[in-house]
């Protein structure tokens, strides 16, 4: 299973997030919690998007500190 960093941060009322290794793919959320989970649905949805346009998914490049 290939992981993905995702960062969360705090925006104006909610949270977002991104994944640097997939561009474009982003979430929100009304807790740190929620917006996590919605990451997750967005990674998997944003992959399936990526198989069925023949778009070469590339290994992951972000580092954790």
Do not use: W
């Not at 807790?31 to 998007?49: P, S, Y």
């Amino acid at each position: 299973m290939v992981k993905y960093t995702i960062i969360v941060e705090k925006a104006e009322g909610n949270y977002s997030a991104y994944c640097p290794d997939l561009p474009g793919c982003v979430a929100t959320g009304n807790t740190v919690d929620e917006t996590i989970k919605n990451m997750h649905e967005a990674i998997r949805f944003h992959l399936e998007g990526l198989k069925a346009e023949n778009i070469p998914i590339h290994q992951t490049k972000s580092t954790v500190f």
